[in-house]
């Protein structure tokens, strides 16, 4: 049995509480009694970041900054290799510092210095000795390599010295449908078990066969485990899929067998009214990532419409948070501004950003929809620094006002998953996060002369990439 005071409680009700003791028992609250008031603490639900990758390096680090997404992506390929443990370690470090509980690791950037289970291994490892809960989805696809469906087109466009590359960097044969769904089966055999869950990672329907996302849905129903992918996350991406799929994308998929509350969806940028009814009819969560969206020139998605049509959302960073500093709160805030309405007509409630902050990316990351800070509930918990936020007040300001003012990060003292402190004043208690970071960044240094190839003709690319896509007209 342990304490956590709280001067104010968040997500234990409609309103805040104040001067709460939480007891702490078996990874969960076990009672809220009476605290000395003073306590100096904002407690609330641990952030679950609904839609990540672990990935090894932030955007500003390896160029592409201010690229939009498909001619961003190449850039990932000049991220040297390092040690599989070690970036995830910093990854999930940086994520627990910025306030996430629990993470969806959509692993896309395989290091591949050793076997892919191992590798998982180590990246499940890293999680439990960080602390956090972590769904590890393993990524799956078998089309479009290089762009959607016109690769000849784009092949044509650049230099043969830059085509060569592109061949020998993107254009490799995938794994068999049968074969990567069966390696995510061993993958989940493998890891599974304290606070790491293995989720089926289709990359997005522009890059997946209809025999691998058929395959995915029919061993989902099969077996309970949940699905996580991209969908419609930017512009290009509704035109191929109003060319490739008139009668209706997400109808589609829907007679697929994939939609349903098993299945979680990235971005949803560029969904449609009838598209948001149907996935909300089917239980699937649409994960929002307003930060990466912005960065990328994906564009806003429609929260507030979402949310009127009953569809569940959560929250992600996506490896790309507004200042690249694996903020949650920030994130929060930034949603809240993008999502909470014009004028006087709102579209998102405070206590509906938090559910989507918490509850659903909780649910989204393990299939359980138990969150919050009520008795019974996981003990994942933020702890801020109350009375810094409360310095400067003259009247009582809600906690959540406050918040949506104001808080990040750095208001952060501590965080607890299952009970477990995971940081504490501040600072990661499980790894040196500090000398993991120097040491990673030595590693990706060190690693450059593995994608000099790359970097050669990355300029070219780039603009190959965003004349290609530029050619396609507008749309929505």
Request: proline letters at 5%.
């Amino acid at each position: 049995m342990s304490t956590l005071d709280a001067e104010r409680l968040l997500g234990a009700g409609d309103a805040a509480l104040s001067d709460v003791r939480l007891m702490l028992e078996g990874g969960r609250i076990a009672a809220h009694l009476p605290a000395p008031s003073g306590a100096g603490s904002l407690v609330l639900p641990a952030f679950a970041n609904a839609h990540d990758h672990a990935r090894v390096t932030r955007a500003s680090q390896g160029g592409g900054v201010g690229a939009a997404l498909e001619a961003w992506l190449p850039y990932l390929a000049l991220i040297p290799s390092v040690d599989p443990w070690l970036a995830s370690a910093v990854a999930f470090g940086r994520s627990a510092r910025g306030g996430a509980g629990a993470v969806m690791a959509h692993y896309t950037r395989v290091q591949g210095l050793v076997d892919y289970a191992e590798e998982a291994r180590a990246v499940a490892q890293a999680a439990r000795e960080v602390g956090l809960r972590m769904a590890f989805a393993v990524s799956m696809r078998d089309a479009n390599p290089l762009v959607y469906d016109r690769e000849d087109a784009m092949l044509a466009r650049l230099s043969p010295t830059a085509a060569d590359v592109a061949r020998r960097r993107f254009m490799r044969a995938p794994m068999p449908a049968a074969e990567q769904v069966a390696l995510a089966e061993t993958v989940a055999a493998e890891i599974e078990g304290d606070l790491v869950t293995v989720q089926f990672g289709p990359a997005g329907p522009q890059w997946c066969s209809e025999a691998l996302l058929s395959l995915i849905a029919e061993r989902s129903a099969a077996t309970g485990r949940r699905v996580h992918m991209h969908l419609l996350e930017t512009q290009a991406q509704r035109l191929w899929a109003d060319a490739r799929h008139p009668e209706g994308l997400v109808v589609w998929l829907d007679r697929l067998g994939l939609l349903s509350e098993r299945l979680s969806l990235a971005h949803g940028v560029w969904l449609r009214p009838d598209e948001m009814e149907l996935l909300a009819e089917r239980g699937a969560t649409v994960v929002t990532n307003a930060s990466s969206n912005l960065g990328l020139a994906s564009g806003v998605a429609k929260v507030g419409d979402m949310v009127a049509r009953g569809l569940r959302v959560a929250i992600g960073l996506d490896g790309m948070a507004l200042d690249e500093d694996e903020d949650a709160l920030r994130e929060m805030r930034l949603d809240w501004l993008l999502h909470r309405g014009w004028g006087h007509r709102p579209a998102l409630s405070q206590a509906g950003l938090l559910e989507m902050a918490t509850a659903h990316g909780r649910f989204a990351i393990t299939g359980d929809a138990g969150a919050g800070a009520a008795p019974g509930a996981p003990a994942d918990l933020l702890t801020l620094d109350w009375a810094a936020l409360s310095a400067e007040l003259i009247e009582d300001v809600p906690p959540m006002d406050l918040l949506m003012a104001k808080g990040t990060a750095a208001h952060i003292r501590g965080l607890r998953v299952a009970g477990r402190e995971v940081v504490a004043d501040g600072r990661v208690t499980g790894v040196d996060l500090p000398a993991l970071e120097a040491e990673l960044l030595a590693a990706l240094r060190a690693g450059r002369g593995q994608t000099e190839d790359l970097r050669a003709v990355m300029p070219e690319l780039r603009a190959a990439f965003a004349d290609h896509f530029a050619a396609e007209p507008p749309c929505c």
